[in-house]
């Protein structure tokens, strides 16, 4: 499987208005990333790598171009059709975690699945390994404010990888962490890659991008030139 | 997903603030409580003047002399006014196969004195038949003995009052009081009745009709009761009595009037007031609907980031809007319950208070009360709920609305 298409944008432009003014966010950015590849993504802010990270998550729509996403264009589908899109296929993890602060972190890694309707007992079963997986099999029951920074990204990332997700999208996973705390989030993000996950990762850490085996460069909505990583 | 998981999802953010919640549902609870106790005060009203009317007997047709114009200019104003008399009561007596009995009524008021002291009663002549329809029976001694209307013994039945104040603990049978100046010889007391629309049993005299209509000096009855067989008999003895009189009368100088329909106009009086009661405490309802409302917009911008979180996990409108309803929903069920119960127990302490009036719940309107309150909280919460489902997911995320 690996080395075929997942997912490709073709000419996409993305414009906000703030006021009278039009903010080119995306302009005329094309790109396809291939399964199991990590790729990331570096700019400085306002250089439209969120936006783009946003687009590819289904969050946020194109304003012009075309998204073919496992060989279906997506740009055009209804908003419940991008919610199904999203929950059976994308992982999400951001900077600032998004944990549900009233909930434990296996009640967090649950919501996905309740979304999906799937079966409690199927459910508890898929937490426990997801949680597992990353090291927090013995802190289920914890809620967000009782955990570390390191440990609430951990929660994350099982949320996002409860549902087996195509591809793992993540927005700055490093930016609220020290660098020690980083470098474990990295090293987990580096053993999904290596079990064959596709990730595109936006990062201001010149060190969290190495990792990556494909590096691009935003400038004011457009790539570089892709350079060696 | 599925709907245990949205409501232990409603639950779970429901109880995240309690004093919110809590006040929320108060809010509820009180209109529910209004509405409830208004309505069972009606409804008890209701019982309360059926009951009055059964007690004085039923199935009756009462017969007043003048014709009451019910309707058109001068409404409500007796006009002719020939007698209805004894003769009358004895051809209605052995013409009319839908009556039973017939009981002719003089009334005046007079003082009766016994032993230096003396009390100001109604005087009411009549016959045996009186206790029969009017359903009276005797506390001592004996009621007014059958036999010629027209004539009679100055014997008197006394109520439980009368003899508490004039006798006191000694025995009142056989002994003379004087009323109005002449002397009757008490043969009976009454059972203690109380009140009945407005007429005190216990402050009255019976004496035999022809002595009353005598010691007023009356030439006609003040009213004549008559009771047909059965409900069903009603229309009969109406007509019936309608006939006799007119033809004896010439003339429909005379009105009738059935306990049964001063009954229903009593009872669509009392509902039209029930309705409009809980009217005004439906207005407590609408407020507190108002309550959840405002309850659920703070919700939802406090909770905008999550919303963003949800939609980004593959929420779609249709349960973003379901969470945040059910939310709505549940406040407004925690309040019906609430309001029930503080109804219900209220009601209990109402009718250890005031004995007459029996509170009952009434099922259709704690169904109705129920059904309003869930239907509010719908209704409020739909705004917040859609505002909830259209956020858009990337602003949403960043928190902002």
């Known amino acids: ?229 | 997903m599925k709907t245990a998981d949205v409501l232990s999802l409603a639950r779970e953010s429901l109880r995240l603030h309690r004093l919110r919640t809590g006040l929320t549902v108060l809010a509820v609870a009180i209109g529910v409580t209004a509405v409830l106790l208004l309505t069972s005060l009606g409804e008890a009203t209701k019982a309360y003047v059926t009951h009055q009317f059964v007690g004085v007997g039923t199935n009756l047709v009462v017969i007043l002399p003048g014709r009451t114009e019910t309707f058109g200019v001068g409404a409500g104003i007796t006009t002719g006014i020939r007698d209805v008399t004894l003769d009358d009561c004895e051809a209605i007596r052995h013409r009319c196969s839908a009556v039973v009995d017939v009981a002719p009524v003089s009334l005046g008021s007079a003082a009766i004195e016994y032993g230096g002291r003396h009390r100001d009663v109604r005087v009411l002549g009549t016959t045996d038949a009186y206790a029969r329809v009017r359903v009276l029976h005797a506390a001592a001694g004996q009621l007014l003995p059958p036999g010629d209307p027209r004539r009679g013994d100055q014997v008197a039945v006394i109520g439980s009052t009368v003899r508490r104040e004039l006798f006191g603990a000694e025995n009142p049978l056989g002994k003379s009081v004087r009323i109005a100046r002449a002397r009757f010889t008490v043969i009976g007391v009454l059972e203690p009745r109380g009140q009945s629309l407005g007429f005190d049993f216990d402050e009255l005299a019976l004496v035999p009709v022809g002595v009353g209509l005598r010691m007023f000096n009356q030439s006609g009855l003040f009213r004549v009761m008559a009771q047909a067989a059965s409900a069903e008999d009603i229309p009969a003895a109406i007509r019936q009595v309608r006939a006799v009189l007119t033809e004896r009368h010439k003339d429909e100088d005379f009105t009738l009037i059935t306990q049964d329909a001063m009954l229903k106009s009593f009872r669509s009086v009392i509902d039209a007031m029930t309705l409009a009661l809980a009217g005004i405490a439906a207005i407590s309802l609408a407020v507190a609907g108002i309550g959840i409302m405002n309850v659920m917009l703070v919700a939802v911008s406090e909770r905008t980031a999550e919303v963003g979180l949800l939609k980004a996990l593959g929420a779609d409108r249709g349960q973003i809007l379901s969470l945040f309803l059910t939310e709505a929903i549940m406040l407004s069920g925690m309040g019906a319950l609430a309001g029930l119960a503080l109804g219900l127990a209220l009601m209990q302490v109402g009718g250890l208070l005031f004995p007459a009036l029996t509170l009952q719940p009434s099922v259709i309107w704690i169904a109705a009360v129920v059904a309003l309150s869930l239907g509010a909280g719908a209704l409020f919460g739909l705004s917040p709920a859609r505002r909830a489902a259209s956020l858009a997911s990337v602003e949403a995320l960043r928190g902002r609305r």
């Open chain 1, 1 to 229: 499987m690996n080395g075929e298409e997942l997912l490709r944008l073709e000419d996409v432009t993305r414009v906000y208005r703030v006021g009278d003014t039009e903010v080119r966010a995306l302009d005329g950015v094309s790109l396809q990333v291939r399964r199991g590849e990590f790729v990331a993504l570096m700019g400085p802010s306002g250089s439209g790598k969120s936006t783009l990270l946003n687009v590819l998550g289904l969050l946020d729509v194109p304003t012009s171009g075309s998204y073919i996403l496992e060989g279906r264009a997506v740009q055009g589908l209804a908003e419940d059709a991008l919610a199904h899109v999203r929950r059976h296929k994308i992982g999400f993890i951001f900077q600032a975690y998004h944990l549900v602060p009233r909930m434990t972190a296996a009640r967090n890694v649950e919501l996905p699945l309740i979304l999906a309707g799937e079966e409690p007992a199927a459910r508890r079963d898929k937490v426990h390994r997801a949680l597992d997986s990353v090291g927090l099999g013995g802190r289920a029951h914890h809620r967000p404010d009782q955990l570390s920074g390191g440990e609430r990204q951990r929660v994350a990332i099982a949320r996002a990888m409860v549902m087996g997700p195509q591809i793992l999208l993540a927005d700055e996973p490093t930016g609220n962490l020290d660098t020690r705390t980083g470098a474990e989030i990295v090293a987990l993000i580096r053993r999904l890659h290596a079990g064959g996950l596709t990730i595109v990762l936006v990062t201001h850490d010149a060190g969290v991008a190495s990792n990556a085996s494909r590096l691009l460069r935003m400038l004011d909505g457009r790539f570089l030139p892709d350079g060696p990583p």
